[in-house]
């Protein structure tokens, strides 16, 4: 059973909004201590916001006031919702834990070890 499935994405015209879902339910550590990365064919996969048990967050500067990750603990899912998409927005996105109960929000790829198979947003012009 897999422990991180995302949910959520498709295509949408710039401008538009998706919001992607995980759910952790199968995830011992439930939703703290996690993170949304992206990655479009051809580059490496990077951060794109994380959110720490005590509800802290960080951002990819390129997302920055577009994107708000969070979480319902009653519902075992992590979020992010996205507005005011853009073309290079498009990627495959994931979500991933970084298998402790504790931390503060982290976008490094490295604090990051259980990982999902991904759902695709596609954007375009």
């Known amino acids: 059973q897999a422990q991180l499935v995302e949910s959520g994405g498709g295509s949408v015209q710039a401008g538009g909004s998706l919001r992607l879902s995980c759910a952790a339910s199968?995830?011992?550590?439930?939703?703290?201590?996690m993170g949304w990365f992206r990655q479009a064919p051809g580059k490496e996969r990077e951060a794109v916001a994380g959110i720490g048990r005590d509800y802290s967050t960080q951002y990819a500067d390129s997302v920055t006031g577009r994107f708000t990750i969070y979480r319902d603990n009653a519902k075992n899912t992590l979020y992010l919702q996205m507005n005011s998409l853009k073309p290079e927005d498009t990627a495959m996105y994931y979500c991933?834990?970084?298998?402790?109960?504790?931390?503060?929000?982290?976008?490094?790829?490295?604090?990051?070890?259980?990982w999902g198979q991904g759902t695709q947003v596609s954007v375009s012009s």
């Open positions: 199968a995830y011992m550590y439930g939703t703290n201590c």
């Open positions: 991933a834990g970084r298998g402790r109960w504790t931390c503060t929000a982290s976008v490094t790829y490295g604090d990051y070890s259980i």
